[in-house]
């Protein structure tokens, strides 16, 4: 780490900083890295000291080693008003042990079993398209995202997932406006129509899943996650309470669909902009699978599809930052890092580093075939995160990216309705900034023998 020194950036300081961020949050961090470099620092607008880390081996550090040294930043919990003290918004010794109570149930042997539910679902997706039918596709995605965690989760797809759907839409975009905008200026009480309309949207969101939690512990246990978590004990043999069940199952819809949708979304946009890579991703798959379903067992043999899903996690990572606040006193690449420091994390930055990434704002998936990203530093690609805060639910993640963009892709070829590039309206996750809108039409199977 040679040479790499903390500078200052009075682009981010003060409330201009934050009116900055706020309305280009992805374009201030790239002009952070252009002008100051990889470890950036700035005095936000309520006076606390902000690290911005951009250098893969300070990122490593400080989400390996240090890691008992940091909590999730403000930003992050900030949706305990929503999430409670689930898996992602929890620290400390509360967050380990429920780490361990939910860690068998994201393991790769139980995962693998949801794999004939993601293709079920979205085939039964599918079913409702019109042909030659313009979708949005954000809409799509994130409707069948929440419809595969909500069959996994609770074993059914018995839960109103529209109207769930619906809440989730309002909670996120409000969150925005209150930790984005010059709204974040104002003391927490201060009754902000968002404020309100976040706090409202949860309480019916609560009630409609803990509906199902109740009604689940009336009945025989089954193989879904819910009977899992039911069924879970500490070292102490002691269950999750029933607030602990509700809050790590509205954990698990909403960081369980949203990253994945937008995934899916951005993948099936930028296979509308190569069609000859989304062709090449479809004789693949025919080759794999003919015309029968994608299997669990057929992920291995489809490494296009998975580097297509790597690409995509790459380029438009929907985790774009992460906020860690320091816990006590420690050093990061030599610089004292003293307690109550803010340190942001930029996978956004990261991942469009040309020094890590021939051709770095190009989408190409074969940098995840040919070598190119083999021996990568370790704290430059972060898709998931790093250190014990490693997202648990990474396999299923991925195994569901891949298995749904198969069967999308299998069935249907995708074309873009417009040149525009892409806009942006991070919050938690990176959501488009406009819809995002594709034209379908059945895929026609090529005839045997027919020129590739």
């Excluded at 400390?92 to 429920?98: D, F, L, N, R, S």
């Excluded at 043999?301 to 690409?311: N, Q």
């Excluded at 004292?336 to 989408?363: C, M, N």
Aim: hydrophobic share 45%.
């Amino acid at each position: 780490m040679s040479g790499v020194v903390l500078t200052r950036s009075p682009e981010l300081e003060g409330i201009g900083g934050l009116l900055r961020v706020g309305k280009d949050a992805l374009g201030t961090f790239e002009e952070a890295r252009r002008l100051h470099g990889t470890f950036v620092t700035y005095r936000r607008f309520d006076n606390e000291t902000v690290h911005l880390l951009m250098e893969p081996a300070l990122v490593d550090e400080l989400l390996v080693r240090h890691a008992d040294h940091l909590r999730k930043d403000d930003y992050i919990r900030a949706l305990q008003p929503i999430l409670g003290k689930g898996l992602l918004t929890n620290d400390g010794a509360p967050w380990k042990e429920q780490r361990k109570l939910l860690a068998p149930s994201f393991q790769p042997k139980h995962i693998g079993k949801y794999a004939d539910v993601m293709v079920q679902a979205t085939e039964e997706l599918i079913a409702t398209f019109s042909s030659a039918d313009v979708r949005n596709v954000h809409t799509d995605m994130m409707a069948l995202a929440l419809d595969i965690v909500v069959r996994t989760l609770f074993g059914s797809n018995t839960v109103r997932t529209s109207e769930v759907g619906k809440l989730l839409d309002v909670i996120m975009d409000d969150f925005r406006r209150l930790g984005l905008s010059f709204r974040a200026l104002f003391p927490e009480w201060f009754p902000w129509l968002s404020r309100i309309r976040f706090l409202r949207m949860r309480g019916k969101l609560a009630r409609i899943v803990d509906e199902v939690i109740q009604a689940r512990k009336q009945a025989p246990l089954t193989d879904d996650m819910l009977s899992r978590l039911l069924e879970a004990k500490d070292d102490a043999g002691r269950g999750m309470s029933d607030g602990q069940l509700l809050d790590e199952c509205l954990t698990v819809m909403l960081a369980g669909h949203e990253t994945t949708a937008l995934t899916l979304m951005f993948a099936l946009d930028q296979l509308t902009r190569q069609p000859e890579l989304q062709e090449r991703l479809a004789r693949e798959i025919e080759g794999a699978l003919g015309e029968r379903s994608a299997t669990l067992g057929d992920v291995q043999h489809l490494p296009l599809a998975k580097a297509v899903v790597k690409e995509t996690l790459r380029l438009f990572p929907p985790a774009w930052a992460a906020g860690r606040v320091a816990l006590e006193d420690f050093t990061l690449g030599g610089e004292p890092i003293r307690a109550g420091t803010q340190l942001i994390v930029a996978p956004w930055v990261l991942h469009r580093e040309e020094r890590y990434f021939k051709d770095a704002l190009s989408f190409r998936p074969e940098r995840f075939l040919n070598g190119e990203t083999d021996n990568l530093p370790k704290g430059v690609y972060l898709p998931f995160g790093a250190g014990p805060r490693y997202c648990i639910g990474s396999h299923f993640a991925e195994l569901e990216a891949v298995l749904v963009l198969v069967t999308l892709v299998q069935r249907l070829e995708w074309q873009a309705t417009s040149p525009a590039p892409l806009t942006f309206a991070p919050s938690v996750t990176l959501r488009p900034g406009a819809p995002v809108r594709l034209r379908i039409r059945p895929r026609v199977r090529k005839a045997a023998g027919a020129a590739a």
